[in-house]
């Protein structure tokens, strides 16, 4: 952790630093051959499209349709490239990354299985789906890289394309509102995903892979002068989109990459110049009232999205002459080891002046230094704290609504800690303690996320992954060029100081060859994706989640890099039945997959068939309602349906007997009550009073004073129905008491004494 000093490339070893007084030798060139290019720019490409597809197809995924479709394709893409691979993998060799794999596979089997005790069993089929698409891609990624283990340029080039063509679509929604992006009335860039902080970890993994292609020196000229426009583009997106959790895991990511490569002045030359270029562009932005606050009219926004585009070409231009100089300059003459130490040195000191800086302003402010801070926690892990608005100030804020959600995940899980609520179940199961009306999916935060939908086995078997993959992983990048020791000398206390992470042995050293540099950027890469995972819901957009899972694969089935897998692939496959019947197990295992990803998507289709024959021809619609409920008996929104249809049809009794059907599938989400206690209102009040009780002491926030003061329509309609529901419950009750037989009774013994009295006053007598 010396000055980030770059050496010059040994022999064969294009990007390894040589020791100093060394003379300097030509890199080695990669073949110049059609061939060799043609063996790079498709495959590039062809990454590129897929990810771009998956980006612009999926979006956030919240959308069952799209979503749906991404998932069999991917499922059934991977299923594919796994059976191709596993029939072309070496016939000899060690084959590394299944545990990773498998561990995967049982946390998507853990997902599946939580079906059982889930609040809502429909959810957590539909995220069983996803999950067995993103192990499909993990799993692809371990078949790929042991097949073809030399084309990892073209997954790093495909990566990088992608990242930027989504940022700058994203750019372009701000330059041109209103063919792109009229409805969002923010300042945020969301597009393409409808999410801003995924637009933003989108560029933040952009950046890390734009550092290879700038920093290495490996590979064409001109690419790595484009890296430093795509740099600029990145960096402006990431800031547009106001997301501190995409800043802070770009910040994660960054340190991790200065501490591990040996590229550091190239790395911080393209860094600093494409964050000069964003700056300037991001000064003008936040000082133009049209792009910098919210719920400004599309025509404003429109004339200075115009401008912020000349801008952005401006920029590009500015930066790919930039690149072209640099790149010139230092081919020409490379600076001495004297200079690199001396711009190592100032780099430090610069750093180390900004972070001084930074406590003087603490030191100085109204609070003062440990104030200020004591403050800002509080204000992080307050459930009460006022998030900030989507505005510039949102930077430099540090309040937000994720203790809410954490603190609301928590308390599920303090309720359900062996196995949670079930998968997606924090939707319905938070609802109970919720405080304040605000709809929220999930508890972004992967592992307060785990915790509420699969307590402490899911977050157990999530850890068991991670350390597994991390052993995985560090055979081929040997981070810091340490390694953990194998897993016998955990059982073995042996010569050499027993088991941990230990550094290699001189003869052990591995040179930073341009691969290890890739894999290590990969490393970056991911590490980026999981500080992002962990104060965000990230994980659910295909996106981001399979850029991540992609290299995380790669990563995990590489192994060292001195094997022999390209001299085993020269040797050709051995076919047998082994591999015959592990083809068959995965095809197989892949169609059934997609089979049950498309079962609630047919049953939604279904569903809006009946509704769009439920006035024309009830027949047909109660065939479609029972199709919906075929095809996926969790959905509650089916039942429903079908209630309705059954209605429609003149079979009162049916349609109650499928809400109560409802009733017992999701007991514990306020829907199935509410629903329930509508139909029952103007039937049975008695029957409709308890279920609306129910429906709100599940979810207090459904007649919340806050939620009526405000008008809400739905809070509004519910405490109408349950004022309703009680006036008729009690006039009920009145009029069953009048028809009571000991009522009738006492009024036949009144009329009777009221009659004697009136007798006995017309005789005389005076009454007893």
């Known amino acids: 952790m010396a000055a980030p000093t770059e050496l010059a490339p040994a022999a064969g070893a294009t990007d390894a630093p040589a020791p100093l007084g060394r003379r300097r030798e030509r890199p080695a060139r990669p073949p110049r051959g059609a061939g060799a290019r043609s063996r790079l720019w498709w495959p590039t490409l062809l990454i590129a499209g897929i990810f771009c597809w998956i980006a612009f197809y999926a979006k956030g995924g919240l959308n069952l349709g799209s979503m749906t479709t991404t998932e069999i394709v991917l499922t059934l893409g991977a299923g594919v490239v796994i059976a191709v691979c596993i029939l072309q993998a070496p016939a000899r060799g060690h084959v590394y990354g299944l545990w990773p794999a498998a561990l995967l596979l049982a946390f998507a089997a853990l997902t599946t299985v939580s079906i059982v005790w889930s609040v809502q069993p429909d959810h957590s089929w539909q995220d069983s789906g996803r999950m067995l698409a993103y192990t499909g891609v993990f799993a692809a990624g371990v078949a790929l890289v042991r097949v073809l283990p030399t084309r990892w340029p073209a997954v790093l080039g495909g990566l990088t394309l992608a990242a930027v063509l989504v940022c700058g679509y994203a750019l372009l929604s701000k330059v041109f509102p209103g063919s792109l992006d ?66 802070a895991a770009l910040a994660v990511g960054l340190v991790l990459w200065f501490c591990m490569m040996p590229l550091r002045l190239r790395s911080a030359a393209l860094l600093i110049v494409g964050a000069l270029g964003a700056l300037a562009v991001v000064a003008w932005d936040f000082s133009t009232h049209a792009l910098s606050s919210e719920d400004v009219a599309l025509v404003e926004r429109t004339s200075a999205g115009h401008q912020l585009g000349a801008l952005v070409v401006a920029m590009l231009a500015a930066l790919t002459i930039a690149g072209v100089a640099i790149g010139f300059l230092t081919a020409r003459r490379a600076p001495s080891p004297l200079a690199r130490r001396r711009a190592g040195t100032a780099l430090l000191v610069a750093v180390g002046l900004a972070i001084l800086a930074f406590g003087a302003a603490l030191a100085h402010s109204q609070r003062g230094f440990t104030g200020t801070i004591s403050h800002d926690l509080h204000a992080l892990t307050s ?100 390694r953990w020791t194998r897993w016998r000398a955990w059982l073995e206390i042996r ?93 197989v295992g892949a169609v059934l997959a997609a089979w049950s990803q498309w079962q609630p998507q047919r049953s939604e289709s279904a569903r809006q068939q009946a509704l769009a024959l439920l006035e024309r021809d009830p027949r047909a619609a109660l065939a479609a309602a029972n199709s919906a409920v075929s095809r996926d008996p969790l959905s509650v929104e089916a039942l429903f349906t079908l209630s309705a249809v059954q209605q429609v049809s003149g079979e009162p009794a049916l349609a109650r007997a499928t809400l109560e059907r409802a009733v017992r599938l999701q007991p514990s989400n306020a829907q199935t009550w509410l629903t329930l206690g509508r139909y029952q209102l103007t039937r049975e009040p008695r029957t409709a009073v308890k279920a609306l009780q129910a429906a709100i002491y599940l979810d207090p926030q459904l007649v919340s004073p806050e939620a009526l003061a405000g008008g809400q329509r739905e809070a509004v309609e519910v405490h109408n129905d349950y004022i309703q529901a009680l006036e008729a419950s009690a006039r009920l009750k009145s009029a069953s008491a009048l028809r009571s037989p000991a009522t009738a009774g006492a009024r036949r013994a009144a009329r009777r004494r009221s009659r004697l009295r009136s007798t006995r006053s017309r005789t005389g007598r005076s009454a007893p």
């Open 182 to 247: 009229p409805a969002n009335m923010f300042a945020r860039v969301n597009e393409p995903y409808g999410y801003w902080n995924a637009v933003g970890l989108s560029a933040a993994m952009g950046v890390i892979c734009c550092l290879w292609l700038g920093a290495r020196r490996s590979g064409h000229a001109l690419l790595r002068a484009l890296a430093y426009p795509a740099m600029g583009l990145l960096l402006l997106t990431l800031v547009l989109a106001y997301s501190r959790g995409a800043l």
């Open 383 to 482: 459930p009460s704290a006022k998030p900030p608005p989507n505005t510039p100030g949102r930077l430099t804020a540090v309040a937000s609504e994720r203790a809410r959600y954490w603190k609301e995940a928590l308390q599920v899980f303090e309720a359900h800690p062996a196995l949670g609520a079930g998968a997606e179940g924090y939707a319905t199961a938070h609802l109970r303690y919720e405080t304040q009306t605000l709809e929220v999916r999930h508890a972004h935060g992967f592992i307060v996320q785990t915790l509420a939908d699969l307590g402490i086995v899911g977050l157990v078997l999530a850890l068991a992954l991670l350390f597994t993959w991390m052993a995985a992983a560090g055979r081929a990048t040997h981070p810091f060029n340490r």
């Open 495 to 587: 010569s050499g100081g027993g088991p941990g992470w230990k550094r290699l042995h001189e003869r052990e050293l591995t040179t930073y060859s341009p691969e290890r540099i890739g894999l290590l950027s990969m490393l970056c890469l991911v590490v980026t994706f999981g500080a992002h995972s962990l104060v965000d819901w990230t994980w659910y957009v295909p996106g981001d989640a399979c850029v991540a899972l992609l290299c995380a694969g790669w990563l995990a089935g590489r192994g060292p890099l001195n094997n022999a897998s390209a001299h085993e692939l020269a040797r050709g496959p051995r076919t047998s039945y082994v591999r015959a019947c592990l083809v068959g197990v995965v095809i």
